[in-house]
């Protein structure tokens, strides 16, 4: 089993940057296709980046492409999502997602979520 804990989000204003932990469990960590959504009130629950197993693959939603970059750390078992030039529309519950069965860069969810962490991005 995977557990994910989120960390890094707060209250910003916009244009200013943030960036988001997923701190992962498990031995296998490295070789996990690895996602970040984000659900914001009264939404579903959307895509924002995913990353392949390597780190050397990555894929973003348009809304946020050439603002946040998404990147991991296999010896640390993290992914990271930078979040630069941040607006108000950012604003909403990140959580980190793992995949255990694929290693390539997807954007459906896959086997494991962490608890989410809130970004409140002010004008």
């Known amino acids: 089993q995977v557990q994910l804990v989120e960390s890094g989000g707060g209250l910003v204003q916009a244009g200013e940057s943030l960036r988001l932990s997923c701190a992962a469990s498990?031995?296998?960590?490295?070789?996990?296709?690895m996602g970040w959504f984000r659900q914001a009130p009264g939404k579903e629950r959307e895509f924002v980046a995913a990353?392949?197993?390597?780190?050397?693959?990555?894929y973003y939603a348009d809304s946020v492409k050439g603002r946040f970059t998404i990147s991991r750390d296999n010896a640390k078992n993290t992914v990271y999502l930078q979040m630069n030039s941040l607006k108000p529309a950012d604003t909403a519950v990140y959580y980190c997602?793992?995949?255990?069965?694929?290693?390539?860069?997807?954007?459906?969810?896959?086997?494991?979520w962490g608890q989410g962490t809130q970004v409140t991005v002010s004008s």
């Open positions: 997602n793992a995949h255990s069965t694929i290693r390539a860069v997807t954007t459906t969810p896959g086997d494991y």
């Open positions: 498990g031995r296998t960590f490295s070789t996990y296709a």
């Open positions: 990353i392949n197993w390597s780190g050397g693959s990555t």
